[in-house]
Nanobody, 121 residues
Framework: QVQLVESGGGLVQPGGSLRLSCAAS????????MAWYRQAPGKERELVAS???????NYVDSVKGRFTISRDNVKNTVYLQMNSLKPEDTAVYYC???????????????WGQGTQVTVSS
């Protein structure tokens, strides 16, 4: 199993920046990819950004040009740099990892506990 711990959330004014981190631990056969999701009150969880091995990156349209997903394979950490934040970016942000735990085995999804991002003046 993979354990994911997010950090970096907080309160920021509109136009500000935050960097979220998601540190992964645990033994797997293969990492397929990692992603950031968010869920605002009363709304469904949505995919914000993903990085599929080796280097395929996708963003939801609403964050393109403002958010950047990246990873450090040595630290087993994925980041989400969020710039030009807007009030509508306010949500709990979750990290997800997709892995294969044994050769030829199924894919598993593991989630972090979430970190709150609030954009408000």
């Amino acid at each position: 199993q993979v354990q994911l711990v997010e950090s970096g959330g907080g309160l920021v004014q509109p136009g500000g920046s935050l960097r979220l981190s998601c540190a992964a631990s645990g033994s797997v056969f293969r990492s397929v990819g990692m992603a950031w999701y968010r869920q605002a009150p009363g709304k469904e969880r949505e995919l914000v950004a993903s990085i599929i091995n080796p280097d395929r990156i996708n963003y939801v349209d609403s964050v393109k040009g403002r958010f950047t997903i990246s990873r450090d394979n040595v630290k087993n950490t994925v980041y989400l740099q969020m710039n030009s934040l807007k009030p509508e970016d306010t949500a709990v942000y979750y990290c997800k990892a997709v892995t294969q735990r044994v050769a030829g085995g199924p894919l598993y999804e593991d989630w972090g506990q979430g970190t709150q991002v609030t954009v408000s003046s």
